[in-house]
């Protein structure tokens, strides 16, 4: 039997003896000489300003450490139902100041820095971006685990201790060059290494059938395992004594090698075993073009899912024994997009295999707690995985997921009696010279609720990629719209800002971010536009220092500064952007600038390693950047520049000092973006497609405060049947100057026809992106916002409604709404739980 009073038993009478620590300067310092002398054994002859951010961190993490504990006691004691967010993907940028902030020690730890003859800016920029995450996707889940501290709710991360980052970007002769993000170089001061927790992950193998004829089992033998070793990072909420805990998987071999192998002078060999399970979490987003790709992020996927699953249901056991009956009421795992969704059948097959529940009884508890989160319209983010290597590395799920789709279908089939077409396109198996895995399908089968992460998104999602399964189960799909969280996206990222904010109408919009629409008031006040101009003007500066070394450009910061930072891809349209950048070179070249408005032009992006097309955009940008930059004539007008190495740390510098956001993708091509959100709430006025949560944007600061320019979805959707671009090209004098630039090698003079691929997709009648359809209505949106740039009364004025507006784009408001429709967690507190209790 279990033993239900596990949770007291764990207490240890000496935990009463250890006093509270003080957050006063006076205990910061003794505490951060002491880690330097004692626990770094550093002395003053070190002049690595790395010891000393160790230091101060360590003094920072103590603080953590005891409301860590009392938030686990806490949630022990509530015996509350959990929710726990699998995520492939969390970008979480720097914790030391972030910390500082939600603990409230900025001044205090200032204070003490400053008398200990250290400089907190200088010490902060020792720490480096945990290499967790790519883009929004994981940005957003950071967001969401520090809205759940917050809002102090139950909820768990779970994600891949990698340890490498997606690469480390710098820009030659305008090409990218990818090095190696070896993040973890020098520790990560952060993480709790909590190896009494590791678990065992099989993979590889076969299964066979065991146990007598009336009860007949099935089993996973001859498996190549592979242990999972958790790092718990805490995840503290704002000022309320919370702090949550992401918990990250390092894959390592179950023996370090084969001393047999290596007594016989097989090195190689001897090692072969700890290498290939290491491999599992080395690299983010291995690139998957080859086959051994593919295999790998499919072993990362299931070492994510299964590992978090054995933990989850590891802790239940240990507590309820084999009783499962209330396992459902009290554990939802949220999928964040389709990459864990394999652990549907994991689950399944520690219900059945491992605890002995009937198919009937695991699916149930299955599908009521599992919620899956779609954050993609693009079919090829839908994952898809052949047969044949699920077969290879995960017999025993491939005949769950096998059984899965057999009884599913047989629901289709009694709904939709002799519908062969509908079978064939809802079956979790797809059909073709290769039967392939549907992993989209299998989350949306397996779980109770399934939501898009925009309005638009969730409409196309219903309408559109799922309406079959939207037609069998109408309740289970909702909208849960993006947000972003306040905490590091204003308060810790422009303080200035956020401190006229707060002497304007309180702090109370750090939790509650709908209290911004108090700002609408001073938008007619001159003296408060005047101070918000100011600080526009400090950040601009403050981005211009932060990247000095990589762009060296001679700006002038009254110039409009026009942003477009995101992942580099296609349908993103960082090629439309560059268009309008050469349309403006020709205008000045031709002498056409009356009443011209001066613009900076800065871009920023990661390629996918294997993407082409995307990494020859940022050459041509690079190019285009050179002419411009180089032409006396020209960069009095008009500046060009790409900022390499786009990361968490960067956009915190980079969205302050942003004028004008392009939000420019195709529509019904951008689930919803938070990069939108992040330049809205600093102020950053949004030229945008109907696209996303561009759409919502729009709706809350009003038509007249956003400058919206393109196709609908369903005018892209209506005109692609027929699309001519060389019929627009020809019929539009900008476009077909700017065509004939780039194709006379205006651009590329000593590198012949390396821009061939991207003119050829411009004219191709089958580009999806349909960037020549859009191009006249972008350059007169862009006359519309250089034009209105020249009003600064009036732009300031715009600038502040748009962050009045942002109110709705909190994560805070996006989790309550997750809560409320979905986990239904309630609240725990544990300001009233000491370790001593």
Not at 92 to 108: E, F, Q, V, W
Not at 240 to 262: P, S, Y
Not at 597 to 604: A, D, E, K, Q, W
């Amino acid at each position: 039997m279990p033993n239900k009073s596990l949770v007291n038993n764990k207490r240890k009478p000496w935990l009463a003896e250890l006093p509270a620590l003080g957050i006063k300067a006076k205990d910061l310092a003794l505490d951060i000489r002491r880690h330097f002398s004692y626990t770094l054994g550093r002395d003053k002859y070190c002049a690595s300003a790395h010891y000393a951010y160790t230091a101060v961190a360590l003094t920072v993490r103590d603080r953590l450490m005891e409301r860590w504990k009392n938030t686990h006691y806490a949630y022990e004691e509530a015996n509350c139902k959990r929710a726990y967010y699998l995520s492939m993907e969390f970008l979480m940028g720097r914790a030391l100041s972030n910390a500082m902030l939600n603990l409230g020690i900025d001044d205090p730890l200032n204070e003490t820095l400053h008398d200990l003859g250290l400089d907190l800016e200088e010490i902060v920029e020792c720490e480096q971006d945990a290499g967790l995450g790519n883009g929004g996707l994981g940005r957003l889940a950071a967001c969401f685990i520090d809205s759940c501290a917050t809002l102090q709710l139950p909820v768990m991360g779970y994600g891949i201790r990698y340890e490498y980052g997606m690469f480390r970007q710098s820009i030659e002769n305008g090409h990218q060059v990818e090095e190696p993000d070896h993040w973890l170089r020098n520790g990560h001061v952060w993480e709790l290494e909590r190896p009494e927790l590791t678990v065992r992950v099989r993979f590889g193998g076969r299964t066979d059938d065991y146990g007598d004829g009336s009860h007949p089992r099935r089993r996973w033998v001859d498996t190549q395992d592979v242990l999972a070793v958790p790092y718990d990072v805490p995840v503290p909420g704002y000022r309320n004594g919370t702090v949550n805990t992401l918990r990250l998987w390092k894959a390592v071999a179950t023996d370090e090698f084969d001393l047999q192998d290596f007594n016989a002078g097989d090195y190689a060999e001897a090692v072969r075993s700890k290498n290939m399970a290491e491999n599992i979490t080395m690299v983010l987003y291995p690139n998957d073009a080859s086959e051994n790709g593919k295999e790998l992020r499919l072993r990362q996927q299931y070492f994510l899912a299964s590992a978090s699953l054995q933990d989850v249901v590891r802790k239940w056991v240990l507590v309820h024994g084999e009783d499962f009956s209330e396992f459902a009421d009290k554990n939802c795992f949220q999928l964040n997009d389709t990459h864990p969704s394999i652990a549907v059948a994991e689950l399944m097959r520690l219900l059945i295999d491992e605890h002995g529940l009937s198919w009937d009884d695991a699916w149930s508890i299955t599908t009521r707690c599992m919620a899956y989160t779609n954050h993609t319209l693009l079919p090829e983010a839908l994952e898809k995985w052949p047969v044949r290597l699920f077969r290879q590395l995960l017999p025993r799920l491939l005949e769950i997921i096998f059984e899965i789709n057999a009884r599913f279908l047989g629901e289709v089939a009694s709904r939709w009696p002799g519908d062969l077409d509908r079978l064939a396109r809802m079956s979790l198996i797809e059909e073709g010279w290769e039967q392939q895995v549907r992993m989209a399908y299998l989350a949306i089968v397996g779980s109770f609720s399934v939501n898009g992460v925009a309005e638009l998104h969730s409409h196309l999602l219903m309408q559109g990629l799922f309406r079959d399964f939207y037609e069998l189960w109408p309740k289970k799909f909702n909208n849960k719209t993006n947000g972003i969280t306040p905490r590091r996206w204003l308060a810790g990222c422009n303080p200035k800002l956020a401190s006229l904010i707060t002497e304007a109408i309180g702090d109370g919009w750090l939790t509650d971010l709908s209290q911004l629409s108090r700002l609408v008031e001073f938008a007619d006040d001159s003296a408060f536009r005047q101070r918000w101009r100011e600080i526009k003007r400090y950040n601009k500066e403050r981005l211009l220092k932060y990247k000095k070394a990589e762009l060296d450009l001679d700006v002038d910061l009254e110039a409009l500064f026009d942003v477009q930072v995101k992942r580099i891809h296609e349908y993103k349209r960082q090629l439309l952007n560059v268009l309008h950048v050469i349309h403006l070179y020709d205008r000045i070249k031709r002498g056409d600038t009356a009443n011209w408005t001066p613009r900076c032009v800065l871009f920023g992006g990661k390629a996918a390693p294997g993407y082409f097309m995307a990494k020859r955009i940022i050459k041509l940008i690079n190019n285009v950047a050179s002419v411009i930059n180089r032409d006396a004539g020209v960069s009095e007008f008009l500046k060009v520049g790409f900022l390499p190495n786009y990361r968490v740390t960067a956009m915190e510098y980079i969205c302050p000092g942003t004028d004008l956001s392009e939000q420019i993708s195709t529509a019904g091509k951008e689930a919803s973006g938070t990069g939108n959100m992040k330049f809205m709430l600093n102020g950053a006025l949004t030229i945008g497609t109907l696209d996303g949560a561009n759409i919502e944007i729009r709706q809350e600061v009003g038509a007249e405060n956003f400058f919206l320019f393109g196709l609908t979805a369903e005018e892209v959707e209506a005109m692609r049947s027929h699309y001519d671009p060389d019929s627009i090209i020809n019929g539009n004098e900008d476009l077909r100057r700017v065509m004939h630039l780039l194709e006379s090698g205006h651009f590329n003079q000593f590198e012949p026809g390396i821009f061939d691929p991207i003119i050829q997709s411009i004219r191709s009648p089958s580009d999806p992106w349909m960037t020549a359809a859009d191009f006249a209505s972008y350059v007169k949106a862009q006359r519309r916002a250089a034009a209105a740039y020249l009003d600064q009364e009036q732009w300031t004025r715009m600038s502040i409604l748009n962050c009045a507006a942002s109110g709705k784009f909190s994560t805070d408001r996006t989790i309550s709404e997750y809560n409320r429709d979905i986990w239904k967690l309630t609240p725990v507190s544990p300001l009233s739980v000491g370790p001593q209790s």
